[in-house]
């Protein structure tokens, strides 16, 4: 039989996101990031692609002649969507550049 320490180890659960910005990034925009967030005990937060710049970029139909940049956040504490485009909103991203979807979101 499995003690309690146990049992709480295997049920250890995160909270995967992706969140993909429009235009170009400010310099040390990811450690800013993780800087807000940290709060929230990231375990992973990376880039993981960069689209070329195209004429209507995929989930920002209002974004024209502009690249997106795609990372992959992992936390242990649970956070919202909303709320991390508020988290990015205070790091001077307005919201028509930015989308955050959770693991579980369409």
Same mark, same amino acid.
Request: charged share 30%.
């Given at each position: 039989?499995?003690?309690f320490k146990e049992? $709480?180890? /295997?049920?250890? &659960?995160?909270?995967?996101? +992706?969140?993909?910005?429009?235009?170009?990034?400010? %310099? !040390?925009?990811?450690?800013?990031?993780?800087?807000?967030?940290?709060?929230?005990?990231?375990?992973? $937060?990376? /880039?993981?692609? &960069?689209?070329?710049?195209? +004429?209507?970029?995929?989930?920002?139909?209002?974004? %024209? !002649?502009?690249?997106?940049?795609?990372?992959?956040?992992?936390?242990?504490?649970?956070?919202?969507?909303p709320e991390i485009?508020?988290?990015?909103?205070?790091?001077?991203?307005?919201?028509?550049?930015?989308?955050?979807?959770?693991?579980?979101?369409?």
């Amino acid at each position: 039989m499995k003690s309690f320490k146990e049992y $709480l180890a /295997e049920s250890k &659960k995160v909270y995967n996101f +992706k969140i993909k910005v429009a235009g170009e990034l400010p %310099e !040390n925009f990811q450690d800013g990031l993780k800087n807000v967030l940290d709060r929230y005990s990231i375990v992973t $937060l990376e /880039e993981i692609a &960069k689209t070329p710049i195209q +004429k209507l970029p995929l989930d920002f139909p209002e974004m %024209e !002649n502009s690249e997106v940049t795609v990372f992959e956040m992992i936390t242990e504490y649970p956070i919202t969507s909303p709320e991390i485009q508020q988290y990015l909103n205070e790091l001077g991203i307005s919201s028509n550049r930015v989308r955050v979807r959770g693991a579980a979101e369409p």
